[in-house]
């Protein structure tokens, strides 16, 4: 097949077009600056022929300008791109911070209440994906955080090792997924009749989740930090993470992402289990990788 990656640059993109191509498919890759997502004429041309579109580039900053330009604007230049196109599916990463603060186990049918701006963008752009099912097949995937060597969790890491407290107990189920059972689930919604006009959550088994203080544990276990975790009060995180909006001390502590770690993240994968799908991979080795991967690294560089 022919497939064009938008994002392909990106953690999930450069994993995605190396599984693709293994496979033996054509496979296009788009970022920028030689494929810009703003660019739609640019985007017609580089669809021409193309069989499937895998939609993964996103503007995750909730600081950045150009948040609601790339993640909604950005998705309709795709689709209307590939509307030009011979385009037979498009698959659409989107999140399940959609659900926003809903408590309890989300799944599928759960209704949407995003709370953050980049949750509302991904939100719109879903719908605008959504009008488009009537000229190609759609399938949406929400993953769950994402647990993978990209700056979030290397900031995370670097966090926990300058011995940053922990905001609030800790005691909310933190259900993630390991960016190789995102770029699996992708490959396993490819092509597949069974997936079109469908939206799937994907992440690790509930049963295999861990709460926020065993995530912040293991990260510090394989650091090599053997005292107690810091805690602070929810209250004082808060005054920190408006604070941080001001002065900006943190890349990690701003108020949209204090609100997302607080959550109880539980989620339902039944719904693309029933298909055949499964996580194969427990975040806790996920994890466990990425911090070795930095400790080499800083080994190299000293």
Same mark, same amino acid.
């Given at each position: 097949?022919? /497939?064009?990656?938008?994002?392909?640059?990106?953690?999930?993109?450069?994993?995605?077009?190396?599984?693709?191509?293994?496979?033996?498919?054509?496979?296009?890759?788009?970022?920028? @600056?030689?494929?810009? /997502?703003?660019?739609?004429?640019?985007?017609?041309?580089?669809?021409?022929?193309?069989?499937?579109?895998?939609?993964?580039?996103?503007?995750?900053? +909730?600081?950045?300008?150009?948040?609601?330009?790339?993640?909604?604007?950005?998705?309709?230049?795709?689709?209307?791109?590939?509307?030009?196109?011979?385009?037979?599916?498009?698959?659409?990463?989107?999140?399940?911070?959609?659900?926003?603060?809903?408590?309890?186990?989300?799944?599928?049918?759960? @209704?949407?209440?995003?709370?953050?701006?980049?949750?509302? =963008?991904?939100? *719109?752009?879903?719908?605008?994906?959504?009008?488009?099912?009537?000229?190609?097949?759609?399938? #949406?995937?929400?993953?769950?955080?994402?647990?993978?060597?990209?700056?979030?969790?290397?900031?995370? /890491?670097?966090?926990?090792?300058?011995?940053? @407290?922990?905001?609030?107990?800790?005691?909310?189920?933190?259900?993630?997924?390991?960016?190789?059972?995102?770029?699996?689930? #992708?490959?396993?919604?490819?092509?597949? *009749?069974?997936?079109?006009?469908?939206?799937?959550?994907?992440?690790?088994?509930?049963?295999?989740?861990?709460?926020?203080?065993?995530?912040?544990?293991?990260?510090?276990?394989?650091?090599?930090?053997?005292?107690?975790?810091?805690? #602070?009060?929810?209250?004082?995180?808060?005054?920190?993470?408006?604070?941080? =909006?001001?002065?900006?001390? =943190?890349?990690?502590?701003?108020?949209?992402?204090?609100?997302?770690?607080?959550?109880?993240?539980?989620?339902?994968?039944?719904?693309?289990?029933?298909?055949?799908?499964?996580?194969?991979?427990?975040?806790?080795?996920?994890?466990?990788?990425?911090?070795? +991967? /930095?400790?080499?690294?800083?080994?190299?560089?000293?």
């Amino acid at each position: 097949m022919k /497939i064009v990656v938008t994002g392909s640059a990106g953690m999930l993109g450069r994993a995605l077009v190396k599984k693709l191509v293994a496979k033996g498919n054509t496979v296009i890759g788009c970022d920028r @600056p030689a494929c810009d /997502i703003l660019d739609v004429e640019g985007l017609k041309k580089t669809f021409a022929g193309v069989d499937v579109v895998v939609h993964l580039a996103a503007q995750l900053d +909730e600081d950045a300008k150009e948040l609601w330009g790339v993640n909604v604007k950005g998705t309709e230049n795709v689709l209307e791109a590939a509307s030009q196109s011979n385009v037979q599916q498009f698959i659409f990463l989107s999140t399940v911070g959609v659900y926003g603060g809903t408590p309890g186990t989300k799944d599928e049918s759960t @209704p949407p209440n995003p709370e953050t701006e980049y949750e509302k =963008s991904k939100l *719109e752009a879903e719908r605008k994906v959504l009008s488009y099912q009537e000229v190609f097949h759609i399938t #949406i995937l929400r993953p769950a955080l994402v647990a993978g060597g990209n700056s979030y969790w290397r900031g995370i /890491i670097g966090a926990v090792k300058k011995g940053t @407290p922990m905001v609030g107990k800790g005691k909310n189920l933190f259900q993630l997924v390991c960016a190789e059972d995102v770029v699996d689930a #992708i490959g396993f919604c490819i092509g597949k *009749e069974e997936c079109y006009e469908e939206t799937f959550i994907v992440a690790e088994p509930e049963e295999a989740a861990m709460t926020l203080e065993e995530v912040v544990s293991h990260i510090r276990k394989e650091i090599g930090m053997r005292d107690q975790v810091k805690k #602070i009060p929810v209250a004082v995180g808060w005054l920190l993470a408006h604070l941080n =909006s001001l002065v900006k001390f =943190s890349p990690i502590l701003k108020p949209a992402y204090l609100k997302r770690m607080l959550r109880e993240r539980r989620y339902s994968t039944k719904k693309l289990g029933a298909l055949g799908w499964r996580a194969q991979r427990s975040t806790k080795e996920c994890i466990s990788k990425l911090v070795r +991967e /930095i400790n080499q690294e800083e080994k190299g560089a000293a």
